[in-house]
């Protein structure tokens, strides 16, 4: 059964800085295109970011230069680095596992999905 399991999330002032997690089991993160969702209250699900098998990586312009994704294929686990938090942030953060090697922002591309980690960022 395939599981990715986010955490990280938390509370924190802008500015602020935050790591998130999401660790795979029964998918191997290296293989697929891996991406990272979030969803504010009252708003749609957007993309953030993905990093594809080759380490290509490509952020949606509202977290460019202040967000980056990384993996560890040793732990199989996929992170986002945020950095210069800001309210606009607050959201649910979900990370994303494709089924296949192709990347890009579109939600079709992913098939198996996070729970969700909740990040508020204060003012």
């Known amino acids: 059964q395939v599981q990715l399991v986010e955490s990280g999330g938390g509370s924190v002032q802008a500015g602020g800085s935050l790591r998130l997690s999401c660790a795979a089991s029964?998918?191997?993160?290296?293989?697929?295109?891996m991406g990272w969702f979030r969803q504010a209250a009252g708003k749609q699900r957007e993309w953030v970011s993905y990093i594809s098998t080759g380490g290509t990586t490509r952020y949606a312009d509202s977290v460019k230069g202040r967000f980056t994704v990384s993996k560890d294929a040793a732990k199989n686990t996929l992170y986002l680095q945020m950095n210069s938090l800001n309210p606009e942030d607050t959201a649910i953060y979900y990370c994303?596992?494709?089924?296949?090697?192709?990347?890009?922002?579109?939600?079709?591309?992913?098939?198996?999905w996070g729970q969700g980690t909740q990040v508020t960022v204060s003012s």
């Open positions: 994303a596992g494709g089924a296949r090697e192709i990347c890009g922002g579109q939600e079709g591309l992913f098939t198996y």
């Open positions: 029964g998918y191997t993160v290296s293989r697929y295109c």
